[in-house]
Each structure stands twice: as C-alpha cells, then as structure tokens.
C-alpha cells in the first residue's frame, strides 16, 4: 500500500490496483515491467482468453470428438493470451502515456510515471510478442498466419481513441481473434461458425468494454478520448442491450451452423452456452450504474465469469 498521505505514482504504485501479488510478492524491479504486462489485473487476459476457448471446444465438437490438438491448441492460447495481452498493453502505454498522464486512474501507470522509459516498455513488449510467436509456431499453419495477421488490429488500437467514438469495435476485432485462431488450430480453415463466433464476441467487448469505459467518461470528454460510453452517454444502458441481444443470437447461430448433426442431447447443452451467457448479461445490465465507476469496474470484471459459462458448456456437450 502508498505510504499515508503519499501519491500512487510516488509510491511506485497505480492508483486502481493497490494490493494485488505484485505490489506483495513480486520483487520491487520486476514490478513496473509487471504492471506494464497487467499482470497485477487478469480479467483483460481472462477476456483475449476465452473466445479462443469457445472456439477451440466448437470446433472439437463440429469434429466430433477433443483431440490432443485441441488440448494443446488451448494450453498455447493460454500462454499466448497472457503474453499478447501483455504486449498490447504495454504497446498501449506507450502510446498513451501522454493522456494518460492527463487521467486520475492512469497517471500512475509506470510510463507516465516514470517508473520505466519509453525504450524499456518497448524492449520489454518485443521480448513478450516473440515469446508468444515461438508458441504459435507450434500450431497449424493456418492459425499461424491468423496469429500473424492479429498484430495489425492490435497495432491500430491505441490510436482508435483519436479518429472514432467507436474505439470498442477495434478491442473487439484484436481481442476476439482466438475466436478464428481456435477453429483454425483444430480444423485447418476457417468456417462460418468461426467467423460467426468472432462477431458474437466483438459484440460482447463493445458491451463490456463500454461498461468499463464509462469510469474514465469525465476525464475523457476534457483530453478529447472518444469512447462509446461518451457516445452512448445516459442511453447506454438501453443501447447495451442491442449488443446483449447480438451477443446472444450469434453465438447461437454459431453453435446451429457448427453442429448441424450433433444429437439432441449434444446440441442442447452446447446450446446452453449462449442460453447461460444471455442470462449473465442480463443480470449485469440490471445492476449497471454508469455514474459509480467501482460498479462500471466490478461490472467488467464479472464479464470473466460470463464468458467461462460457454466453456463450461462446450465442455459439457464433448461428454455426450
């Protein structure tokens, strides 16, 4: 914890992650490198995660059964998701570290600072991605070129802010590229419930990503950051719902195109998964509050859990 009376910046720390592992545990050189990566905050990681997951357990099931491919194709997304996430944040800080330094919740962040230099951030993003390359390597070549292909909507990103009010739709094109990569390691292709899968999740980041983007609404309108939470201002709840709804409809327009012969037990599970997730979505809109940013916050972060019941489903429907 920043000693009493003393800023988070001064105390080495950020302002809206005090107390995690790494302020704890991590030695005190490695920390800013840490919260570069976000290491200190999984549920971004959790995110890039889990459309890869989806994909990888529908297209076990369009096949018919879960190979060692598969289980391998996942075991990388996971590593992978952790060190690309970690990369594009750190890629993002160093594009941003000037409005951050503007923002109460990200003056504190290493680069604004001054925690790291802009050459260190960089050296320490290039070492992540060629981590993460090497693990790709092992996957079919398909995905391998997908993965490839993944560093141009994660490049853009960060200036999306600047030119449009719809920054969202370019997380949710970087963020939901495991949703083709899964099906691709497993299949060899890309189908349409691959592609349809990706547009449920680019749906899904503009819900929640929205959600989490109201906490910085204020001081975004004064620097000039465009957002779709300062878009949508006071309707955003009612305009959320639209992406609710799109969440849900293709994801089960990719579950009916994915498993055209499944048996009715295997369909209605795997169904469930766009069933169960509809109904998390529902439940956070209920509670939404975009004036608390601590309720936009814990909101985002619920989003994990929304997204693992589609796995639980998928998984489930591999048993029957």
């Not at 012969?261 to 529902?282: D, K, P, Y």
């Not at 619920?302 to 048993?319: C, E, H, I, S």
Request: hydrophobic fraction near 55%; proline fraction near 5%.
């Amino acid at each position: 914890m920043p000693a009493q009376n003393q800023a988070p910046e001064a105390a080495g720390t950020v302002a809206d992650s005090v107390g995690n592992w790494v302020d704890r545990l991590a030695p005190a050189a490695t920390r800013p490198y840490l919260r570069l990566s976000r290491a200190d905050r999984p549920a971004g990681t959790w995110l890039l995660l889990l459309p890869c997951w989806w994909s990888v357990l529908l297209a076990s099931l369009h096949v018919g059964s879960f190979s060692w491919t598969a289980a391998w194709a996942m075991i990388v997304c996971a590593i992978g998701a952790f060190l690309m996430r970690a990369a594009g944040c750190t890629w993002n800080d160093i594009t941003d570290r000037k409005y951050d330094a503007q923002v109460a919740r990200t003056r504190s962040r290493p680069l604004p600072s001054g925690q790291v230099t802009v050459k260190q951030a960089a050296i320490w993003m290039v070492v992540q991605a060629l981590v993460a390359f090497c693990l790709l390597l092992t996957l079919h070549p398909t995905a391998i070129l997908l993965g490839v292909l993944s560093l141009a909507p994660v490049c853009v990103y960060p200036f999306a802010k600047r030119f449009t009010w719809w920054p969202q739709v370019f997380l949710g094109i970087a963020f939901n590229w495991g949703a083709l990569l899964g099906w691709a390691a497993v299949t060899g292709s890309i189908g349409l419930p691959a592609i349809l899968l990706y547009l449920s999740g680019m749906a899904w980041t503009i819900f929640y990503d929205t959600i989490y983007a109201h906490q910085d609404a204020d001081d975004d309108a004064l620097i000039g950051v465009k957002s779709t939470a300062r878009l949508f201002g006071e309707n955003s709840p009612r305009i959320l719902r639209i992406f609710m709804v799109l969440t849900v409809l293709l994801m089960g327009a990719s579950i009916v195109t994915a498993l055209p012969e499944a048996n009715v037990l295997r369909f209605v599970i795997a169904f469930g998964a766009a069933w169960a997730m509809a109904w998390h979505l529902v439940w956070q809109l209920l509670r939404l509050d975009i004036n608390d940013p601590a309720n936009c916050l814990h909101l985002f972060r619920a989003n994990r859990d929304a997204g693992l019941l589609p796995v639980l489903f998928f998984a489930g429907a591999l048993f029957v």
